[in-house]
């Protein structure tokens, strides 16, 4: 059979998969283990869903498979998985999480079970209602199934090699997953990280995106004195933490939402990643709110303050009781800031940039929290994977690809770019309003099905392609 024979097989393989219902069962099986990786009472669950749901799945696909304790005490396990067909192929490393936050039972419409996947074709258009539908057990099964067909459609061979990491503990920040990936550089050595995860910039339009934007939370909190003291005997004489502290922060970003803090900046958009960005709207979907034109960083696309700038967002701020607000000057206030970030940023030092900006507006004696960051990452978009995979995309759907140096939220995707030294290639099979980590989740079988075939087509383009794609140097 000629190569574009073959290859229009697999693709009939795959969307045959999904017309017969066998996907929508497999997915189904997978919604109903309740993997909540924030509700300690999970464990066996998650555990669970590597041995008894996924282990099986690798081995019939000809994986050998491993099930590892986490680095991390007490935290969830992890499965590794390869299938090794010729050292001379490349190999690609896939990454899925299989846990989900908690199913808010209860507060789903029309009364449904958040571990039942629910087929609905409303006049909305069709959705399949259930937790971790979109986040992430309907994206890492779909590249599991493509996997499938592309070995099917080539007599048992995918035409090069396959690895696996599947962990169990991203919702809780993936805890002890960089620690594994650096004492098991060995077992993952890869060449490219191909995943799924996150939405799609629009339902239509099928996107690719390289890296993520790195992310660190920090509290901001101001004790002045013990307990409060009546605003009429008192106020004009003490200072108020709330105040000083909205002050504070007024002076770290402005009532524009520009950041103030020289070192919380990043360099210049790079000139590729601005092309890159030229194309993309963002917005107007069914559901986004409406963009503030004059919010954020001047001079800038809507598109290139999402993906390629900086931003210092106050998620909470706190004085007094504001349900049941009395006379009297509180004691102390508290917020927490938090800073989404792209590559170049000097986030290391977010503590130390924050300290000496507020010493030097006279805000010394606010006391600053030690950050968790989350590195960002950003692919040069000249890669030739990326180029791969756009080329490929846009011949399986018809339709050019959205292509995103980073994505505007956050992903583990250091671990894979920084300690596994791989490229990163991200292609997303969930939309914006799939109400992900809320009640009511759902995914579109549209958006999945043509997931599924476009993902395929990428996987059976590799192994076309494998004497040419670009390897790494050191294995």
Not at 156 to 168: H, S, T
Not at 221 to 250: C, F, K, M, Q
Request: proline share 8%.
């Amino acid at each position: 059979m000629p190569p574009e024979g073959a290859l229009s097989a697999a693709v009939r393989h795959a969307e045959a998969l999904f017309d017969s219902g066998a996907f929508f069962d497999t997915l189904a099986r997978r919604v109903a283990c309740r993997t909540e990786s924030q509700n300690p009472e999970r464990a066996a669950e998650l555990h669970a869903y590597l041995a008894d749901e996924l282990q099986p799945a690798f081995e019939a696909q000809g994986f050998a498979v491993a099930l590892h304790a986490n680095p991390e005490p007490g935290a969830p396990p992890l499965l590794s998985a390869e299938r090794l067909e010729d050292p001379a192929l490349p190999t690609v490393l896939f990454y899925g999480h299989g846990d989900v936050v908690r199913g808010h039972e209860g507060q789903w419409a029309e009364g449904r079970d958040p571990w039942t996947l629910t087929a609905d074709a409303s006049a909305s258009g069709a959705r399949w209602y259930g937790r971790g539908a979109a986040d992430n057990k309907a994206q890492h099964s779909i590249n599991l199934a493509a996997l499938d067909a592309v070995r099917q459609a080539r007599g048992g061979r995918l035409g090069f090699n396959a690895k696996w990491l599947v962990e169990m503990g991203e919702e809780t920040g993936s805890p002890g997953l960089a620690a594994f990936c650096r004492a098991e550089r060995a077992r993952l050595a890869s060449d490219v990280l191909i995943a799924s995860d996150g939405p799609r910039l629009r339902a239509d339009r099928p996107t690719v995106f390289l890296g993520s934007r790195g992310v660190a939370n920090v509290d901001l909190t101001l004790t002045l004195r013990e307990g409060g003291h009546h605003s009429g005997n008192w106020g004009g004489l003490l200072r108020n933490p709330g105040t000083v502290l909205a002050n504070a922060i007024a002076c770290l970003v402005d009532g524009r939402g520009v950041i103030r803090v020289q070192g919380l900046r990043p360099p210049p958009i790079p000139a590729n990643v601005r092309a890159t960005l030229a194309d993309i709207a963002v917005g107007g979907g069914p559901g986004d709110p409406g963009v503030d034109a004059a919010w954020g960083e001047p001079g800038l696309s809507p598109a290139e303050r999402v993906f390629g700038w900086n931003t210092l967002e106050v998620l909470a701020f706190g004085c007094g009781n504001p349900a049941a607000p009395v006379n009297a000057i509180p004691p102390s206030a508290r917020a927490t800031l938090q800073l989404r970030f792209v590559v170049g940023t000097d986030a290391a030092r977010l503590r130390e940039h924050l300290l000496a900006h507020l010493a030097a507006h006279g805000f010394g004696d606010i006391a600053v929290s030690h950050p968790v960051v989350m590195g960002a990452t950003r692919l040069d978009p000249d890669n030739a994977w990326v180029r791969l995979a756009l080329s490929t995309l846009a011949q399986a759907t018809g339709r050019a690809p959205a292509l995103l140096p980073n994505l505007g939220g956050s992903l583990p995707n250091d671990v894979f770019a920084d300690i596994l030294g791989l490229p990163t290639v991200w292609i997303p099979h969930s939309y914006p309003a799939c109400s992900q980590h809320a009640p009511n989740e759902h995914v579109l079988p549209a958006v999945l099905r043509e997931g599924l075939a476009m993902t395929t087509a990428l996987l059976w383009q590799v192994g076309e392609q494998a004497a040419v794609l670009p390897r790494r140097l050191s294995r």
